[in-house]
Structures are given as structure tokens and as C-alpha cells.
């Protein structure tokens, strides 16, 4: 299970994972794979905090391994379950898996995994569907992402409302930082293996009944 950065407000990690070299990770200022996009997010959060502003950005995991077959098909679906896991982290705004929302504007013919034969027996030609299949793992990598807000408190003076409904001004104070979404990357990695946990024991009990 490997998470990292890969958009810091409009500074975005274009490569797919699959070209990325994910070992590279922690050597580099932001987890992120690449040091050239890394730096250029580092920027970005450096430049939002000189302005007394936040930002968000995205966190990409990767999960390799996964047999085909974990999951169920209607209820408590594995990407279903990833999702209610994934937005349950503060400050998460949104979840997508495999081509996620790219999907929608692809035909049938371009999102389709075709099934092969090779050496390693039977799988997809393709990874669209980000190793789920109704629900249901199929044996490829899963890969999803999840979005992150801005910080809510700033540094710069706000407008808001107070009890008696009155016009006020506040002005954040303390430690706040400008970013996030660095800091959710273990999160994510860590409610990723809980989940698949749970559906590990689950698969491995049903096994043991049959």
C-alpha cells in the first residue's frame, strides 16, 4: 500500500503511477515520486503560507497484491467501502477509483478492461476500472484517489457573522498549517489497510465455512 501527493493545489502530478518510481517517495521534500513536481508543490504551499492563505490538493494510494474476489457485489461493495473509509479523514471533499471521473467522458469501447491469457493466467489488458469490478477485487492493482479541502483557519483577516448576528471580522491565531494533504498520506494509507483487512478476514472465514 503506497500513498503519496500527487496535486498540491494547481501544481498536479501528471505521469500515471504505473511510470513513477514509488520508491523515491520519502527522499524528496513532499511525498511525492517526483523531485522536479515535489519541489514545485513545496513551492506552491510555501508562496499560499507567505500570503497568509491555505490550499488543498489530491493524495493517490496504490494497493498491489489484492487477490480477485475480495469484496461483494451490492452490499458493502469494496470501492464503497474505501470511499466511507476515505471520506471519513478530516477534511476529505472527495473520492475516485481507476479512471474515476475521467470515466465520464470516455464511450464504452475506451473504458473497457479487455480480459487476456498470459503467463501469469488470466487478467485485464487494462486498468481502467482500477481493480474493481462490481464491487468485487479482480486481481489488478487498486488505485484510487482523494481530494482534500484548504485549511479553513487562515492567517488573513475573515468576514463572518457572530451570535448576535452581527458583521465581525476574525483573524486566525496559533499553529495552522497552510497545507494538509502531506500529512493525510499516511492516513490514507493506514485507513486502506483496515479496510482491506476486515475484507480479508471476512473472504478468509467464508473460505474455512465452504
Avoid at 144 to 171: C, D, S, W, Y
Avoid at 181 to 190: F, G, L, Q, S, T
Amino acid at each position: 500500500i503506497v500513498g503519496y501527493v500527487s496535486q498540491i493545489g494547481r501544481v498536479v502530478e501528471t505521469m500515471p503511477y504505473t511510470s513513477l518510481d514509488l520508491r523515491g517517495i520519502d527522499k524528496n521534500p513532499l511525498p511525492t515520486p517526483d523531485e522536479s513536481t515535489a519541489r514545485r508543490m513545496a513551492a506552491e504551499i510555501d508562496l499560499a503560507r507567505s500570503d497568509s492563505d491555505s490550499l488543498g490538493g489530491v493524495v493517490s494510494c496504490v494497493v498491489k497484491g489484492v487477490s480477485a474476489g475480495i469484496g461483494n457485489p451490492i452490499f458493502n461493495k469494496l470501492s464503497s467501502r474505501l470511499a466511507a473509509a476515505m471520506m471519513s479523514i478530516p477534511s476529505a471533499k472527495g473520492f475516485d477509483y481507476g479512471a474515476g471521473f475521467e470515466a465520464a467522458a470516455m464511450r464504452g469501447s475506451e473504458h473497457n478492461d479487455i480480459f487476456i491469457a498470459d503467463s501469469d493466467g488470466i487478467r485485464t489488458a487494462t486498468n481502467r476500472s482500477g481493480g474493481i469490478q462490481g464491487g468485487i477485487s479482480n486481481g489488478e492493482d487498486i488505485y484510487f484517489r482523494v481530494a482534500f479541502k484548504p485549511v479553513a483557519t487562515l492567517m488573513q483577516e475573515q468576514e463572518t457573522i457572530n451570535k448576535a448576528g452581527e458583521v465581525v471580522h476574525f483573524q486566525g491565531k496559533g499553529r495552522h498549517d497552510p497545507c494538509v494533504v502531506p500529512r493525510a498520506v499516511p492516513i490514507v494509507e493506514a485507513m486502506s489497510a483496515l479496510v482491506l483487512a476486515d475484507y480479508l478476514l471476512i473472504h478468509n472465514a467464508y473460505k474455512e465455512l465452504s
